[in-house]
């Protein structure tokens, strides 16, 4: 059997009659109590929150005995504290003094840990003590990753002192790693700055208004100084403290002097301030060896010194009851850490009452960023003794009254769903009521750690959630962070609408595959307009419209407009370009300020406000999706281009590209096989092949070609905007952000950067909604076609000449390249440049810059299908090409282009195959100098001459296509041209 087991009969709870008399406090035997009656019911964390000084210490001695424990182990924030609390448990002078134990017992055996527990071994050494007592800083992985976890069995009963410490990720690891233990917090504020509740159940609570009546506590007598300059501060603290020592002196009391700054640096100036006032101090800090501020420790109770500088929270840990005057120079920012800091000085010498003193200048409260009840606390002229006592309970009320709400997780708590506040937020799903869910068996990772709130509403499902994590730019140091997330999801029955509110995206994806099997339909903008309808009036605060023709420098991809009834500064030709992206609104009988985000499926308001008033509102929102059903347009926006939800195609698609968005990423292509290793495959000019569309028009089947004689076989499904990948590979596509790397399944990447799907009518189809545009096509204008070409020295058939793979022109004639780049080196000006850029990632095949009009022109050139025997309007003969037309878009005024020619001739991003066959590179560097983006023109030239003019007009495929590439570029202001065969 363990000491405490063998000794626990030994123990005799006596009451003290008075203070200064042998006994206990009533405090120590009502926690005692509690907290045995707490553990006779509950695995939980037991929390005891006692003003410092309430001799927190003895009764975690009681508690020992108490709970029969085999080992203890108590944990301290800083070493001054563990070794006082090692010399308390090693004597158990406490205990036997109050007549608790009697003077015969013999002692346990006690250790302060030292250094750090980097091994089993070390740990099961520590088997052989009673009482271990250690820093986190010795114990816990969140400190170190070298330590180790200890064995389940070590300890069965753990302390954790100053406990407000707890939610750091080290004592939090602590709390996981001991958690088959009984824990108990000791603090004498259960909340931290931020007002985070701390973890356990607060069993026992000794108010600081009770410990000053009853003489634990002196009462506290604040004296403000004001300096007229801030640099007379720290000379008037002094002699306000030199002026109560001398007058605690002549009345015959052991008075010393506790001096507080926030930084080592600071200690120096201050000694020597205090010396010249012949008052003889040192210090204590982190800085300085454990037997250095021991030394200085004895010296304040051996009378040699009046007083101690300590550094930060370093006064937490004194425990001197000689220290009776405390001098602010940094008064501490935290209400909590200022409660702890005035019960060091607040505690009776052997029974002796007198008053505390706190001096602090007011001002410098004032000037910093404080909570409300240090404000009020430093600029009140009164007795702290009744102050303060109000202010602690006008914290720790709200989390003595909270109910138990948790459904523990792995870890519990104390969380009362009215104190909850989320911002009104939610994603909108369209989910049948026979797929959902909201009382599932959640199984989520081991790293994360999950609470159920107590449910509001038979519909409504609560969870938060706990993370460590690490930041992305930390990769190789030993950073983490503890993180905690709100989780509500809310089902509206009569629109079949699931309300999402998250505060991580990640962890919600995990959640809400276990509450919907199936991906659910997310809401879009033809759902959401519908929310924007209002009863009476509405004012726009915010409009943003995202770019329907794709990235480019010459057109912003999303445009947000701000300010009052900012819907007069929307132009209708902005309907040509632009699709509603979201929109923010007064809605003024309604008294709400409410927002939408299309392709987000989102909505909000403006508020925090309770759980059960956030349930009340997501009613609200689904009640009006069933009102105005009929609505079809974001309200004084019917000229934008606002999506339709569709499940089927209502036209044949002609063409699939990428979003445009992509060419602004750097990407790698993994495919998986089972029992073969990973191929990495390159990607070159990705682009999509039309399979078939199926039967009930609801599937289209294709295949993603990364790269030549590289074909993946997909399928859209447009009901359900769901992506997937056939056969038994599986690919990975890793996306290069600039921020990070993230790693996306093929289909994944998809729905993340939806392709664009081009219809024979002229619609677009992205994220399963189809925009129709405003515009109603033609044919294409003829001033596009650049006519007059003698294409007979040209070899149509051959692009480029390629001799290792036999590519070579006809005798007497030329490949196109070569024929286009005899004619751009003639047909421009002296002054122009002729940049071919031809290979994977090129800008263009060529580029022309030319000063003189100041015009910069992008040739992309295919060559004739050698099947054919004449020019005509095969579709075939423009996909490339059209891709190609969509990655110029991206450079069209682009900051600083020649400076990229610059780079992939001779800089970093060097290309062996990019070279100037017209100028110098001191041609494009003088064009740099003066380079504005928007003093330029730009066009856009198909070099296709497999294509017959007149049949591309006609034939309404190529004709719809030419057309949207000449429609983007118009509405950027720049030109398209062809070169094809104009008979």
């Known amino acids: 059997m363990g000491y405490f087991q063998t000794n626990a009969a030994k123990l005799a709870l006596r009451l003290k009659p008075k203070e200064g008399k042998p006994g206990l406090r009533q405090c120590q035997v ?55 609390t090692y010399e308390k448990f090693r004597t158990l002078d406490d205990l036997v003094e109050a ?164 930084r080592v640096a600071k200690s120096r100036p201050i000694i020597d301030l205090y010396r010249s006032q012949g008052l003889r101090v040192s210090e204590v800090n982190y800085m300085r060896t454990l037997r250095e501020n021991n030394s200085v420790l004895e010296d304040i109770k051996k009378d ?118 989320p911002f009104f937020s939610a994603r909108l799903y369209k989910v049948p009521e026979k797929r959902l869910n909201l009382t599932p068996r959640l199984k989520l990772e081991s790293a994360i750690n999950f609470f159920q709130i107590a449910p509001i509403d038979e519909a409504f499902l609560g969870l938060i959630t706990e993370t460590v994590k690490k930041p992305p730019w930390a990769t190789r140091l030993e950073l983490e962070s503890v993180a905690y997330d709100l989780h509500l999801y809310y ?37 959401l307009i519908k929310v924007m309808q209002g009863r009476g009036a509405l004012d726009y605060l915010m409009v943003g419209l995202a770019n329907a023709l794709g990235r480019c420098a010459a057109l912003p991809t999303y445009k947000i407009l701000m300010g009052q009834e900012v819907q007069g500064a929307v132009n ?31 909505v909000w308001s403006i508020k925090r406000a309770a759980l059960t008033e956030y349930v009340g509102w997501c009613k609200e929102i689904g009640k009006e999706i069933l009102k105005n059903r009929s609505a079809k347009t974001l309200r004084e926006f019917p000229f934008l281009l606002n999506p339709r939800r569709v499940i089927n195609f209502p036209d044949t698609p002609i063409e699939v590209i990428f979003n445009p968005f992509y060419v602004t990423h750097s990407f790698s292509f993994i495919r998986s096989i089972p029992a073969e290793e990973p191929t990495v495959l390159p990607i070159a000019s990705p682009r999509f092949e039309l399979q078939k569309l199926a039967r009930d028009r609801n599937k289209l089947h294709l295949g993603f070609v990364p790269s030549e004689g590289q074909v993946i076989p997909l399928t859209y499904d447009l009901g359900k905007d769901i ?36 219809l024979r009518n002229g619609g677009l189809i992205v994220s399963g909604q189809v925009y129709q545009p ?25 692009e480029f000449c390629d001799p290792d793979r036999g590519i070579q022109p006809q005798r007497g004639k030329k490949s196109i390249h070569d024929w286009l780049e005899q004619r751009l080196i003639s047909d421009t000006t002296g002054a122009a440049a002729v940049f071919k850029d031809h290979g994977a990632g090129e800008i263009a095949d060529f580029v022309v810059l030319d000063p003189r009009p100041k015009k910069i022109s992008f040739y992309h050139c295919k060559s004739a299908d050698r099947r054919d025997k004449r020019p005509g309007a095969n579709i075939g003969q423009l996909k490339d090409v059209l891709h190609q037309v969509l990655r110029s878009v991206a450079w069209i005024r682009k900051p600083d282009f020649p400076g990229e020619i610059l780079r992939r001739i001779e800089g970093a991003a060097r290309r062996p195959d990019s070279k100037l066959v017209k100028g110098t590179v001191d041609t494009i560097k003088n064009l740099r100098e003066a380079f504005i983006p928007s003093a330029w023109k730009y066009d856009v030239v198909i ?41």
């Open 30 to 84: 009502g926690a005692y109590w509690a907290t045995l009656a707490h553990f006779t019911a509950s695995n939980d964390p037991a929390m005891i929150v006692m003003p410092t000084g309430a001799g927190k210490t003895a009764l975690m001695m009681l508690l020992s005995f108490g709970l029969e424990a085999c080992r203890v182990l108590v944990i301290t924030p800083a070493i001054i504290l563990r070794d006082q």
């Open 572 to 602: 209708p030709s902005e309907g040509r370009v632009f699709v509603s992206g979201h929109a923010l609104a007064r809605l003024h009988a309604e008294n709400e300020t409410r927002g939408i985000a299309n392709f987000q499926g989102r």
């Open 99 to 262: 007549g608790a134990l009697p003077q015969s017992i013999k002692k346990p055996k006690t250790h302060a840990q030292e250094g750090r527990i980097t091994s089993k071994n070390i740990w099961t050494e520590l088997r052989k003590f009673d009482v271990v007592i250690a820093t986190p800083h010795t114990t816990s992985r969140g400190y170190h990753n070298e330590i180790v976890k200890p064995p389940q069995d070590l300890f069965d009963l753990v302390f954790f002192d100053e406990a407000h410490h707890a939610k750091a990720p080290s004592w939090d690891i602590l709390l996981q790693d001991f958690s088959k233990s009984k824990c108990v917090l000791l603090t004498a504020t259960p909340f931290r700055l931020d007002r985070q509740r701390l973890p356990g159940r607060i069993v026992y609570y000794y108010p600081i208004g009770r410990a000053i009546e009853s003489g634990i506590y002196r009462p506290i007598q604040y004296h403000p100084i004001t300096a007229p300059v801030p640099t007379k501060r720290n000379q008037l603290l002094c002699e306000k403290a030199k002026e109560l020592l001398n007058s605690e002196k002549a009345a015959g009391r052991r008075t010393k002097i506790l001096i507080r700054t926030n």
């Open 304 to 421: 040699a010194l009046d007083g101690v500088v300590c550094v930060g929270m370093l006064g937490e840990g004194l425990d001197i009851p000689e220290l009776k005057i405390a001098i602010l120079h940094d008064p501490p920012k935290s209400f909590p850490f200022t409660v702890q800091f005035i019960g060091r000085v607040s505690r009776p010498l052997r029974g002796r009452v007198g008053r505390a003193h706190v001096v602090a200048d007011p001002d410098e409260i004032r000037a910093r960023k404080t909570s409300e009840e240090l404000r009020r606390l430093y600029r009140r002229d009164q007795s702290w003794h009744q102050l303060v006592p109000r202010l602690v309970e006008d914290v720790v009320g709200p989390i003595l009254r909270q109910d138990q709400a948790l459904v523990p997780g792995l870890m519990t708590g104390a969380i009362n769903p009215t104190e909850i506040s």
């Open 774 to 798: 405003s515009f109603t096509y033609a044919e294409l204008p003829k001033g596009c076609f650049i006519k007059g070409i003698d294409w007979a020295q040209c070899d149509v058939k051959v």
């Open 943 to 983: 070099v296709q001459p497999g294509l017959d003019c007149e049949k591309v007009r006609k034939q309404r495929n190529t004709n719809i296509l030419l057309l949207n590439c000449y429609e983007w570029l118009r509405h950027i202001d720049a030109g398209l041209a062809i070169m094809c065969y104009c008979g």
């Open 723 to 758: 992506w997937e990948t056939c056969g038994g590979a599986s690919y990975t596509v890793k996306v290069d952000t600039g921020s990070g790397v993230e790693s996306w399944p093929l289909h994944e990447f998809l729905s993340q950067y939806p392709p664009y799907i081009y």
């Open 491 to 527: 089902y509206h029955r009569p629109s079949e609408t699931l309300f999402e509110s998250t505060t991580s995206d990640v962890i919600a994806a995990k959640i809400r595959a276990q509450i919907v099997p199936d991906m659910p339909k997310r809401l879009g903008g033809e759902e």
